[in-house]
């Protein structure tokens, strides 16, 4: 039995962040950073059967084309993704009311829409990018037992050309689901190795006032190749989705509207747009 202290349930029964109970969420989930793009992607649907917000986590969940699906924010960054992969998978392959791990468990669906910067300067603004794997600069996944999920070689790889400070703790690359990747993938989808940041300013490579540790990073990432494979864009949350869903037993994907584009210095002349035409591909996808 699961300690109460460890699974915190709200007095109505549901996770104590996310507010919901299992008959709330689908099988097919679609995560956003932004609280606000939750209703832009739902206005899509046929009908929403379920909404509910606590904190920064806003959750719907109706029919598309036939398709059950959710859609959650997750705000901002590693560790908040740590809270929703646990409660998300908490509510389908744990007993609320008895706190017992179930004999048979459920694997999600789990896909991110996401907005992101470019690291090459061949994926423009406005295109999209999906992840095959996830580079984590963050640490946070490090808690977790993950070196039987973690592309070790590539990993010594990306440290070496780097010369990264192992002060900042270890980066791990952790692959897609290939079942969703199959089945997103198109001839306008980039693709490659999706960095996954533990902040947005020094972590990014962003100077305001304060110095970074290794200002030349962000230049040394943009030619790092790996058996054919180059890290296209760098976000801060993919890395620990790959991670927790392969040690949870879920499929997980992460697709990003390029927006900025660090190489050229550019960004996007109307953003909104690029993440709109994201979404209606996405959704289209799932419902095939």
Known sequence: MIKSSELILNPDGSVYHLNLKPEHIAKDIIFVGDQNRVEKITRFFDSIEFSIQKREFKTETG???GKRITVMSTGIGPDNIDIVMN???ALVNID??????KENLTSLNIIRIGTSGSLQVDIPVDSFVMAKY????DNMLRSYLIDEISIVEMENAFIKHTNWDLKK????????????????DSDKI???ITGTAGGFYGPQGRVLRLNIQDEKLNAKMDNFSFNGERITNLEMETGAIFGLGKLLGHHCL?????IAN???????EDPYKAVDELIAYALDKIAE
């Open 190 to 192: 980039h693709k490659g």
């Open 96 to 101: 609320l009311k008895t706190k017992m791990p």
């Open 134 to 137: 996830g580079l984590g600069l």
């Open 87 to 89: 409660e998300v998978d």
């Open 63 to 65: 029919m598309f084309k």
């Open 169 to 184: 703790g270890r980066p791990y690359i952790i692959a897609c689901s290939e079942t969703l990747a199959k089945k997103m």
């Open 262 to 268: 660090r190489a050229s210095g550019t960004f996007s």
């Open 254 to 258: 992460s697709l990003n509207a390029i």
